[in-house]
């Protein structure tokens, strides 16, 4: 079956611009989670959503992020007024509850 | 929170050779994680350990959960250029948990293999 898709692949945006970047999960899966990678560094948890509960978001850096995930499936990370420390790959992963999570390829964000 | 701190940083190594890279944690962990991300892909799991002591294999590759829970490390056998990424350790930023949830990752061991 399709793993988990990520769109866009790439996104290049000013400084101050509003993106939204979208993730969609592995069907079936409950849980649904958002990443950061700068460059050379390891993921950076960011926000966790399980089912319908609401959202774990102990990792979002600022009030600027934020994250919904529509009908238990699709998500939407929206980053408010970017800045250049905003540049990073962010990957969207899903489990089966807290089984395995699967990672998508990542949206790389570049902030200019 | 917790913090993994994996060496080496990176490694490069003729094919046909063996490797070893370990992660350490100033906290114990239940359960132990090795990723594997190849370039402009996300992570995929390769072994995951959840008891201390455990040592687990998956084709030429061999994990080792250590017997304080503060340490793990992770082995390749004979290594192909197919090898080459980047291995990540991880474990649940509860580290007490014994289920996956969120995760926090190691920085990382760029893995450079040369025919």
């Known amino acids: 079956g399709a793993g988990v898709s990520q769109s866009p692949s790439n996104k290049v945006t000013e400084k101050g611009k509003d993106v939204e970047l979208r993730c969609d999960p592995i069907?079936?899966?409950?849980?649904l989670y958002w990443y950061r990678q700068s460059l050379g560094q390891g993921l950076e948890f960011l926000i966790y959503?399980?089912?319908?509960?609401?959202?774990?978001k102990s990792g979002l850096p600022s009030d600027r992020f934020s994250a919904e995930r529509t009908g238990g499936s699709v998500s939407t990370l929206t980053i408010q007024r970017t800045q250049q420390e905003d540049s990073a790959v962010y990957l969207c992963?899903?489990?089966?509850?807290?089984?395995?999570?699967?990672f998508g390829p990542g949206t790389r964000l570049t902030v200019t | 929170g917790q913090q993994l701190n994996q060496s080496p940083q990176s490694m490069f190594i003729q094919e046909g050779e063996d490797v070893s890279m370990n992660c350490t944690s100033s906290?114990?962990?239940?359960?132990w994680l090795w990723y594997k991300q190849d370039p402009g892909e996300g992570p995929v799991l390769l072994i995951a350990?959840?008891?201390?002591?455990e040592l687990t294999s998956n084709g030429r590759l061999t994990a080792q959960f250590g017997i304080t829970r503060k340490d793990s490390f992770l082995n390749i056998s004979a290594s192909i250029p197919s090898d080459v990424g980047i291995y990540f350790c991880?474990?649940?930023?509860?580290?007490?948990?014994?289920?996956?949830?969120?995760?926090?990752f190691g920085q990382g061991t760029i893995l450079t293999v040369h025919p």
């Open positions: 991880a474990g649940p930023v509860n580290a007490g948990g014994t289920s996956y949830g969120k995760l926090t």
């Open positions: 906290s114990i962990f239940n359960t």
């Open positions: 069907s079936g899966h409950t849980a």
């Open positions: 959503f399980q089912g319908n509960s609401a959202p774990d």
């Open positions: 992963a899903s489990s089966f509850f807290q089984r395995e999570q699967y």
């Open positions: 350990l959840y008891k201390a002591g």
